[in-house]
């Protein structure tokens, strides 16, 4: 078994990782949680302000602080999540993003994650 080198990420590159990793993959899938957790009307979740917006916001920060630490050390579990192009320091931020956006395994990633959100906005929105 083969493992990856885990990129040694250092100032601007570790913040580009993190937010490459927060927005593109975090945001997206966390936010699909969250409206499955307010579409089967989870009290303690849904009850309170505020409260799908703050584990939104933790659970991508939790997301973009591992993949980068445990993605190379585990390929297999993070195979899906983990993309060593994110901490990739001879690239600059808008290079990431277009080298992530032309493989094709993200354009399935992102038609999944809109069909997910668009059929959980409507579940959300058409309860009374």
């Given amino acids: 078994m083969t493992a990856v080198a885990a990129p040694n990420l250092t100032g ?19 936010a699909g949680v969250g409206l499955m957790m307010k579409l089967i009307d989870a009290s303690e979740f849904a009850g309170e302000p505020g409260g799908a917006a703050i584990f939104i916001a933790a659970a991508s920060t939790l997301h973009a602080l591992v993949n980068p630490w445990l993605g190379p050390r585990f390929p297999h579990f993070f195979r899906h999540s983990f993309e060593p192009l994110f901490a990739d320091p001879a690239l600059s931020f808008s290079e ?33």
Wanted: proline residues 6%; hydrophobic residues 55%.
């Fill in 12 to 30: 601007c590159n570790r913040l580009e990782c993190f937010a490459l990793y927060a927005l593109l993959q975090g945001i997206p899938f966390y």
């Fill in 96 to 128: 990431k993003v277009s080298r992530w956006l032309a493989q094709p395994k993200t354009a399935l990633q992102l038609l999944t994650n809109a069909l997910l959100l668009s059929v959980l906005a409507v579940g959300v929105v058409s309860i009374p």
